[in-house]
């Protein structure tokens, strides 16, 4: 699959991910199964994880359900309703527990207790009790805004609507999931794909006496907002529920170890099909509520819960081919030109390779028979090869040692942070040498995050580029519209469209300029970081005549892979010309720095050593959060160091001979007005 086919399939499926949804949420008539929707969903992700260039708006990294149905008056959730990140194996499970103690700082052989709690399959939703009493109910909407929905989820039974309590909290957002019993849904199967589309359906309803007649459960694991809750934990918290009357799922369990969890995991996932209710797997959430607190979120997901999901599709099928997909970093990506196949209800004709040494560990080779793996959110992939069905005149794989496009050789870069030889291989061209990078710079220059031109899509860059009407990025604002208009599809009305795009971009911020360079690390979270560091076109410009790239490293988010692709970037005669060229062409924007009224505003910290009970990124969280900022290395600049055990000498030296006050734990959260 090439780039474009990528594009465009990426295109398709966001496309078809917006209809799903506002057909479910909006209209209240889901037009696929679940398990369908998940693919999808977990497909557009895995397709942005490995191809970053791929963005959207309307992505399920950027939304959680859909915009609120003009059906229902729309209320805000008080706390948002996130959504879960996923995890599919052991490994996944390792890395999530070792995040977990890395940020907080833990001993590595502590023992961090998960409420397992299975995932089930159906609509979330959220009660508002005050004083005891069902005052609210709202839909999860866009995870922000929900929909009033009171009046349907008071006819569900499960549901209490005054709770005597003496303990029950003065003020809670009580949260779980609607749901049909798979027994009950025998009764609506007609009506209704399956049971999660018929609990939604039913939900809808604008008449609640139409809901009434639908056998809806609810089985509660959560809350929003609170006052008055006297629990610590979850597990705990999960018991309470079930003493004010509220169900639980009869399967959460209190578990230490991944080991452990998988053991569970296994137990249930035998379970699934003798259960009356649909799960999807199984989510494990740190019990402690004060290390929840201190953990926090991520984007758009709780950091101390994940989503341990069931089951994965395989299916077998033969290579045909084995095709080099050329980046705008250079990296070669082998691709698996296959057999269609049916997996899961997807017809998969490409499954990706990773790189040179996936193939050859696992001896790949064109004509192989191998079976296909298609697992939640990860792109089809070969497992194995069938060594019995292989061809008696099969060849090894040999991955190309010069680039396909341009004939530079391929090369393995070492990598400054894991110490090891990258396993990508890559174009060692630089500039716009090589014709592949060349127009997926291009592509990347025009992309929503960077120009986002209107018009100018991914498929006039290359028809333009073919008939050599573009070749850098300064061509765009120079075209020749009389010989677009000849063109074939064009017209006099779609070129002054596009004429019209392309002026009104030429206006543009910094941080999207620095982004639609397309270099070599710096995606948009980076660029945002270089354009407050930089606040001017100029400033950036000249570090091709300063040369001070190790002050980047100063700025707090970048590293020295960032400044080394930087580097290369300034140090090749071609970028520089681009440089010249679209400074007389465009406007960029100055940034303006926002002011800040923290307690440790715009002052500068440092840590070296190792914290009691804090990691650094909580540390760093901290200062973030009062307007302070952190930095890499001692400098003028620092006005703190904060020294913890076993500090690195050379940066307390430094800091003493230039008088930088150090201080050490107790001193820096005095500082937050807080006590150690």
């Known amino acids: 699959m090439n780039k474009k086919r990528i594009s465009s399939d990426y295109k398709k499926k966001i496309d078809k991910f917006n209809e799903y ?81 890395n940020f907080l700082s833990l001993n590595k052989n502590y023992e961090i207790l998960y409420s397992a709690e299975p995932k089930i399959d159906g609509i979330s939703a959220s009660l508002t009790f005050k004083n005891g009493k069902l005052f609210k109910g709202l839909s999860r909407g866009d995870g922000k805004v929900g929909e009033d929905i009171t009046e349907n989820l008071s006819t569900i039974k499960d549901i209490p609507k005054n709770i005597l309590s003496k303990d029950f909290p003065e003020d809670i957002d009580i949260r ?87 053991k569970n995991y296994n137990d249930v996932e035998k379970k699934r099909a003798n259960l009356d209710f649909d799960i999807d797997g199984i989510v494990y959430k740190v019990n402690d509520f004060a290390l929840q607190k201190r953990l926090g979120n991520v984007a758009n997901a709780p950091r101390w819960a994940v989503a341990h999901k069931f089951s994965s599709n395989k299916a077998i099928s033969k290579i045909l081919d084995i095709e080099i997909q050329i980046g705008r970093t250079g990296a070669l990506t082998p691709v698996a030109k296959i057999k269609p196949i049916n997996i899961g209800g997807v017809v998969v004709s490409n499954a990706t390779l990773h790189n040179e040494d996936e193939i050859n560990r696992k001896d790949i080779r064109i004509g192989d028979t191998v079976i296909v793996e298609r697992a939640g959110d990860v792109i089809p992939h070969i497992i194995s090869v069938d060594l019995k069905k292989r061809l008696k005149n099969s060849s090894k794989f040999i991955f190309p040692t010069k680039c396909p496009s341009c004939g530079s050789k391929t090369v393995k870069e070492f990598n400054i942070v894991t110490k090891k030889i990258d396993a990508v291989r890559r174009c060692s061209s630089e500039g716009y040498y090589c014709d592949k990078i060349s127009i997926e710079k291009l592509k990347h220059f025009v992309s929503k995050d960077a120009f986002n031109i209107d018009g100018f899509g991914k498929k006039i860059v290359e028809a333009f580029w073919k008939i050599k009407l573009i070749k850098y990025p300064q061509d765009i604002f120079k075209l020749d519209y009389n010989q677009i208009e000849n063109l074939e599809g064009w017209g006099k009305l779609s070129v002054d469209n596009l004429k019209y795009s392309i002026n009104e971009k030429k206006n543009i911020s910094l941080e999207r300029f620095i982004f ?24 950036f410009k000249n570090l091709s005549k300063k040369k001070k790239f ?20 300034f140090q090749n005669d071609t970028n520089i010309k681009v440089l010249n060229e679209l400074e007389k062409i465009l406007i960029i924007k100055k940034v303006e720095v926002p002011k800040k009224n923290g307690q440790l505003n715009g002052k500068t910290f440092l840590v070296t050593g190792k914290l009691n009970g804090i990691s650094r990124a909580e540390v760093k969280s901290l200062i973030e959060e009062n307007s302070g900022i952190t930095v890499s290395s001692v400098s003028k600049k620092l006005d703190y160091l904060i020294v913890g055990e076993k500090p690195t000498k050379r940066k307390v030296d430094k800091a003493n001979t230039l008088k930088i006050r150090s201080i050490d734990q107790k001193e820096f959260l005095n500082l937050l007005n807080k006590t150690s």
């Open 176 to 262: 779980g999931e609607v749901f049909i019993q798979n027994s009950d849904f025998e009764n609506l199967r007609e009506k209704f794909a399956n049971p999660r589309n018929a609990a939604s359906g039913s939900l809808r309803q604008k008449n609640s006496e139409d809901t009434k007649k639908i056998p809806l459960k609810f089985i509660a694991y959560t809350f929003g907002y609170e006052k008055g809750l006297k629990v610590n934990d979850q597990f705990n918290y999960l018991k309470k529920l079930n003493e004010w009357g509220f169900k639980t799922n009869p399967l959460n369990k209190l578990i230490s170890g991944v080991k452990n969890l998988l």
């Open 21 to 101: 949804n506002k057909a479910y949420y909006e209209h209240s008539n889901p037009k696929v199964s679940d398990k369908e929707y998940d693919d999808l969903k977990n497909y557009i992700l895995k397709l942005e994880n490995e191809y970053h260039f791929l963005k959207s708006k309307s992505s399920p990294s950027n939304v959680v359900g859909f915009k609120p149905s003009k059906n229902f008056k729309k209320s805000l959730h008080r706390v948002p309703m996130l959504s879960l990140g996923n995890a599919f194996s052991e490994e996944d499970l390792e890395n999530f527990e070792k995040k977990l103690i």
């Open 516 to 539: 639609s360079l397309g270099i070599r690390h710096i995606g948009l979270e980076n660029a945002k970081l270089l354009s407050k560091h930089f606040e001017t076109f100029l400033n």
């Open 550 to 569: 190790e002050e980047l490293l100063n700025i707090d988010g970048i590293g020295e892979t960032q400044v080394n692709s930087i580097k290369n970037f």
